[in-house]
């Protein structure tokens, strides 16, 4: 326990308070923005905020199967893998330019919050294992 607190007196003497503040306020949005992603694409809502299920909810949103979980425990490829697995949330919206890929990347909790919260924002299927030229061909036919 006392190692506890020297753990958070050394954060707020190095950060301050704010900053301490702003960490929970990212999470609670980050939170809710999986939650509603998770309810536009009829995932169970709760996943949201039980760590390793949510990923494997997210697997399912793109088509991955759930076993794909194990490439987040291989170091380097854990990062590919994740950077994959949100663009292909993107494409599963039906966004395909790399602005919106990297809208997603460099802002993720803020673009799946925009995922699950616009009305504008459609659930188009999982993505996994289709071409790019199908994926088109899908969202023309949706339009």
């Given at each position: ?92 919206f ?20 925009n ?15 289709r071409s790019?030229?199908?994926l ?8």
């Amino acid at each position: 326990m006392d190692m506890l607190l020297n753990v958070f007196s050394n954060l707020l003497d190095q950060f301050g308070a704010g900053v301490l503040l702003l960490i929970p306020f990212i999470l609670l949005v980050g939170a809710v923005a999986k939650w509603r992603m998770f309810v536009k694409c009829d995932q169970p809502a709760i996943g949201a905020i039980i760590p390793i299920y949510d990923l494997i909810l997210t697997l399912r949103i793109v088509g991955r199967p759930d076993w794909q979980v194990l490439f987040f425990l291989i170091p380097g490829f854990n990062v590919y893998f994740l950077f994959k697995l949100i663009v292909e949330l993107v494409q599963s919206f039906g966004h395909f330019s790399w602005v919106d890929y990297l809208l997603a990347v460099v802002f993720n909790i803020f673009y799946v919050l925009n995922l699950g919260l616009a009305y504008n924002e459609v659930y188009h299927g999982p993505v996994y294992g289709r071409s790019k030229e199908e994926l088109l061909a899908r969202e023309a036919s949706l339009a």
